[in-house]
Every structure is written in structure tokens, then in C-alpha cells.
């Protein structure tokens, strides 16, 4: 398995309250993606970077924000929490070298509860 | 963006039994890509094929491509309990300069291995 890690696993909290997914990896990956997925349906890209000090939204129109100061670190934060924004999130890098041909390594994601 | 779309969405055999799961999409790709997801948990790299590859094995798992009719098909052979998971395929976006690192994932299909 890959060395990319995410916290929490599990997240039950009220409706306005700000929010921050942590994902981090070990791998040295230049390249970084969060993905939204609700249950048994498909992933939808939300975020990605590709390096320190960049981000882009994905095709999914999201209203997290995320950051990308670290190369290992890449946090989503969700200012003020809906019903709608419950789902699971996941968190995924994959290696520096052109192309696309590289697989990416995912987390286990946060399975996160607006009440 | 495309999107792969596999078929069946569900699939339940008997173990020692293949499974075969299909992928479809619909525009030019560099690479299509299968990953396994089991319950609660991210995505693994199951299986990468290239453009210009048409068959591709990895232990028990055997991919084919074929671009003219923009498919793929994930065969398992010998199933066993433990291949119980969701299987998606995800296509990269050809020639879409920036964006080129990107996956996208088509719904899955449900694989029940029954002991």
C-alpha cells in the first residue's frame, strides 16, 4: 500500500461549522488530487496540484478551498459546512514524471457527516 | 471530459469462477487504468494498459484494449473471496495540455465473490 494518509476517517458535525480534511503523503509526489465520491457511485476530481504553491478546481464545482504550501501536504478545508457536503472525500498523488502513465495512490478517505 | 462507463454495474459468482467486467468511453485516451476499491476504503492501482498496447496480464488479472471501439474489458480468473471489491476504470484526457495528469473514473462495477 502507499504511503498517503488522511484524517479523519470519520467526521459527524453540525451544519456552519468550518472544516479542514488533512492529507498527507510520504512519497515525494509532486502531483496531488482530491476527489469526491458519494456511496457506490464514481470519484469526481473537486481539486488537484501540482506542485508547491499550486491548485486548481477540478471538474466538479466544489466549495472547499485547498492549499498547497508543503509538497507533502495538501488540506481542504470547508468554510462552513452543509448537508450537501456530506460524502466521502478522497485524497490521492501521483509520481513527477511527464505524461500521464503514472497510477495514482489514494488514501482511505473521510467519510464526512453534515447534520 | 469523458467518462468510462463499466458494465455490469453489479456482478456476483462463485469462487474458482472469471470474472469480466467491461469499460467503455468515449473519446482518443493515452492510458486507461483499473482500480479496485474495497468497502469503506480508497482505491488500489490494479492495472495500467497504453494506447497503443492491446493485452496486458498482472498475476491473475488479464486487461485488453481496444481503441477502435473504445472499450476495455478486466478479467479475473480463478476468483476468490478476497476479490470481493469495486472495480473502476479511469481514462486520462488526451491533449488536454494542463489538464493531461487528470483521471476520470467511470461508476464501477460491484463484484461479489461468493465462498
Known amino acids: 500500500e502507499a504511503d498517503i494518509y488522511q484524517t479523519p476517517r470519520y467526521l459527524v458535525i453540525g451544519t456552519g461549522k468550518k472544516i479542514t480534511l488533512e492529507c498527507s503523503q510520504t512519497m515525494g509526489h509532486d502531483k496531488m488530487y482530491w476527489y469526491q465520491q458519494d456511496p457506490g457511485m464514481e470519484l469526481h476530481l473537486i481539486h488537484y496540484?501540482?506542485?508547491?504553491?499550486?491548485?486548481e478546481k477540478g471538474d466538479l464545482s466544489s466549495e472547499s478551498t485547498v492549499s498547497r504550501i508543503r509538497t507533502e501536504h495538501f488540506p481542504l478545508t470547508l468554510e462552513s459546512a452543509r448537508p450537501s457536503h456530506t460524502s466521502q472525500y478522497l485524497c490521492?498523488?501521483?509520481?513527477?514524471?511527464?505524461?500521464?502513465?503514472?497510477?495514482?495512490?489514494f488514501g482511505d478517505g473521510t467519510r464526512l457527516s453534515i447534520l | 471530459s469523458q467518462q468510462g462507463e463499466e458494465d455490469p454495474q453489479a456482478l456476483s459468482i462463485q469462487e474458482g469462477e472469471n470474472a469480466t467486467m467491461n469499460c467503455s468511453y468515449k473519446t482518443s485516451i493515452n492510458n486507461l487504468q483499473w482500480y479496485r476499491q474495497n468497502s469503506g476504503r480508497g482505491l488500489v492501482h490494479l492495472i495500467l494498459?497504453?494506447?497503443?498496447?492491446r493485452e496486458k496480464h498482472s498475476g491473475r488479472l488479464r486487461v485488453t484494449l481496444d481503441t477502435s471501439k473504445k472499450s476495455s474489458s478486466l478479467l479475473i480468473t480463478a476468483s476468490r473471496a478476497a476479490d470481493t471489491a469495486s472495480y473502476f476504470c479511469?481514462?486520462?484526457?488526451?491533449?488536454?495540455?494542463?489538464?493531461?495528469?487528470?483521471?476520470?473514473f467511470g461508476k464501477g462495477t460491484k463484484l461479489s465473490v461468493i465462498p
Open positions: 494498459i497504453r494506447s497503443n498496447e
Open positions: 479511469a481514462t486520462d484526457d488526451y491533449g488536454s495540455g494542463a489538464g493531461s495528469y487528470q483521471l476520470t
Open positions: 496540484s501540482y506542485g508547491v504553491n499550486s491548485t
Open positions: 490521492a498523488s501521483s509520481e513527477n514524471e511527464r505524461g500521464s502513465y503514472q497510477p495514482q495512490h
